[in-house]
Structure formats: structure tokens, C-alpha cells
């Protein structure tokens, strides 16, 4: 039996790494934006509490169970940032190119360029689920300043992994969600689901 499941984003790529991973489990994904949801504000200062916090909302507008994810690149010499900022790094609207350069030009004068992608994934039955499921995962790297590849979104042609010789934007779908931060969420939660 196939399980209706909200995705509480609209991101065309989230939505195809996770329908990849959970499609063989029975889930059927859709994103909020096919049951007419409005995005979420993001208040909060850690990714818990707005994934959360999207999570409870998608539930409470689609009656579904829901899942939420808030992700970003956390970059070492930046403190951490954009951590909960990076999809609006660089301001509204949002802009994959240029918040990729804001992270360049921020991250220029340093000589480390390590980071982390870092996120976590809240699953909530329905908006008022007192036990919500909660993974997370983190996916170290460096910020490059060349862009590499075509594929991913986000910050992924800027984030490196040395260990591969490759881009993020490198990689295909399948090594993304094998190795990435979102995949590794992804499949922690579901070992808690099941």
C-alpha cells in the first residue's frame, strides 16, 4: 500500500533525490506546491526548528503526514554561514548564482576553505505529532572557487570533495544521494520509520 506523503518544500531537486530513496519503500511523495501549500517562514536560527516548524505546517494545511528538510553549507572560516541562510545568502529573491558568489567573495580572504553541508530531516505524522522523527547528517568538504559540473543545484558546483577529485555538481544523481548529506538523512530517518 502506497503512503500519500507531503514534501513541505517545492525544490524540484530535493523532491527527485528523496522521491528516489522513498519511492521503493511505498511513499509518494508530493510537494507542498501540488496541494496548493504556501512556503513556510524560516525564523528560526537552527535548521531543527524550521524544519520543524515546515514540517507542522505542510501537515496542518494537507491533513497528510509530512516531511521537512533544512539543509545548507556551513563554511568553517565564515562561522558556520550561511548555515540556516543559504538558500537566501545573498538576500530575495532567492538565487543559487548569486549567493555562490556572495559565499566566494565572503570566503576570498581566508585561507581555509573547509565546510560542511549539515541536514536534518523532521517527519511528523501530523502537525501535532508530540514524537516527531528527526535525523541528520553532515557531509564535509571545501568551497572551491571555480565552478565544476552541471548537475545538483544549490552550492554544489562550488563544493569540492577532495576525496573524489570531483564537484558536487559533478557527481551523478545516484553517487549524490549515496554519499551526500540529504541521502545519509535521508536513509537514517527511514531506519527510524521502519
Not at 29 to 52: I, K, R, S
Not at 121 to 139: C, E, K, M, N
Request: charged content about 20%; aromatic content about 8%; proline content about 6%.
Amino acid at each position: 500500500m502506497t503512503q500519500r506523503l507531503v514534501l513541505a518544500s517545492n525544490n524540484s531537486g530535493k523532491l527527485n533525490e528523496f522521491s528516489q530513496i522513498l519511492a521503493p519503500l511505498g511513499f509518494e511523495l508530493h510537494p507542498q506546491g501540488e496541494l496548493n501549500v504556501p512556503e513556510c517562514a524560516e525564523p528560526f536560527a537552527t535548521f531543527v526548528e524550521n524544519a520543524l516548524e515546515k514540517a507542522r505546517h505542510a501537515a496542518r494545511l494537507t491533513g497528510l503526514p509530512a516531511l521537512a528538510d533544512d539543509s545548507g553549507v556551513c563554511v568553517n572560516a565564515l562561522g558556520g554561514a550561511p548555515g540556516v541562510w543559504s538558500a537566501r545568502y545573498a538576500g530575495e529573491p532567492k538565487s543559487d548564482a548569486r549567493n555562490n558568489q556572495k559565499l566566494i567573495a565572503d570566503l576570498d580572504a581566508h585561507a581555509d576553505k573547509s565546510a560542511y553541508y549539515y541536514c536534518v530531516l523532521v517527519y511528523v505524522r501530523h502537525a501535532d505529532d508530540p514524537q516527531p522523527v528527526i535525523a541528520d547528517a553532515v557531509w564535509p568538504g571545501e568551497i572551491s572557487a571555480t565552478a565544476r559540473g552541471a548537475n545538483g543545484f544549490g552550492y554544489d558546483p562550488h563544493f569540492w570533495i577532495a576525496s573524489l577529485g570531483k564537484s558536487v555538481a559533478e557527481l551523478s544523481s545516484i553517487e549524490k544521494n549515496a554519499l551526500s548529506h540529504r541521502g545519509q538523512a535521508l536513509r537514517a530517518l527511514v531506519g527510524k520509520l521502519k
